[in-house]
């Protein structure tokens, strides 16, 4: 991966309330809002694959690994050697998107 970054998940979300009630767990969807966000290449056009290894915690901190190949990202998410999350994304237009 040609490129890294730390990330933090976030300490306060609603969305902790009902996931899960007592042992709060980050959900995938907020994770790839920070990775998203990190990469700043506005949003994804698809989601290639994604697999979720390992339970994110509120504040808990991860690197964030990338390769960036034109519209295409892989990613790794890591705490140290553990895997947390891998995938897959394309940004830009669809093709035959108008201007």
Request: proline content about 8%; some cysteine.
């Amino acid at each position: 991966m040609d490129h890294t970054i730390h990330l933090q998940a976030p300490l306060e979300h609603p969305c902790y309330t009902g996931h899960f009630p007592g042992n709060p767990v980050v959900p995938g969807v907020v994770l790839l809002e920070l990775i998203v966000d990190a990469v700043e290449q506005g949003a994804p056009r698809s989601i290639g694959s994604v697999k979720f290894h390992r339970a994110v915690k509120p504040g808990d901190s991860f690197t964030l690994r990338y390769k960036l190949v034109g519209p295409q990202l892989s990613f790794r998410c890591v705490n140290g050697e553990q895997l947390l999350v891998e995938g897959s994304l394309s940004f830009g237009r669809h093709a035959g998107a108008g201007a």
